[in-house]
């Protein structure tokens, strides 16, 4: 058996097994002081390095440092070599990754989707929505008029859907805007009774307004969305 100091043993592993442009740190991490400061605090310290060996393929090794006994009068040092371990992991980060890349490309490709999509049907659905309004303006039987306040409340139905919709995909791009304007309370409560109070009238559910405006005050709010959060 060949007794070699702890210096030599670094300098030999250094010498012959570090690549040049690594040799000044490795030689920090693994210097005896630092080794016995990192163990007042810790049980256990492991040095992760890059062993050169002449023209074969490049090794990953560690050295794990800990006390021998219970009095701490000796130093436990063990290489492992953990070339294996490292390439099945970098293998899976690999595989990981081009999982991660195949994701956002179809989470884009459906954003995409839904945003052309909601666009294409909205032109129509505000033409038909605006012709609903044009038509209820003029003298109908009530059964007709009573059909069309039907067609107007399931468009703006439709309607919001759709906006649901691209506001989605504008928060998943994080292009969510919010529009601010006064919203009197009047015509909140015009919206209310226009849209929301029949479609509980045709299920026989009691809507009940509990409100107390403050007078001379009109919000700033964005309306399509807080007359969508309450419909919802």
Known sequence: NMRVSYDNAVSMLVDLHIEDDKKEAFNEEVKFDRIISSLSNESEITVYYDFIDGDKPLLKKQIKFSWFDEEKRDIFVV????????????????????????????????????????????????????????????????QAADNLE????????????????????????QEIEINLEPYPFEDFISYVNAVIRPLCEEKQQNL?????????????????KLNRIYFN
């Open 150 to 173: 039907k067609i107007s409340t399931s468009s703006n139905f439709l309607l919001g859907i759709i906006n649901d919709i691209l506001d989605m995909t504008k928060m998943e791009s």
């Open 208 to 224: 009940v307004l509990d409100t107390n405006p403050i007078a001379g005050y009109v919000p700033m709010t964005d309306i399509k």
């Open 79 to 142: 290489q492992d070599d953990i070339t294996e371990a490292y390439v099945r992991e970098q293998q899976r980060v690999a595989e990981l990754k081009e999982a991660l890349e195949r994701a956002n490309l179809a989470s884009k490709a459906k954003t995409d989707f839904l945003s052309r999509m909601s666009h294409d049907i909205r032109t129509p659905l505000n033409g038909i929505i605006g012709m609903t309004y044009l038509t209820r303006e003029m003298e109908l039987p009530k």
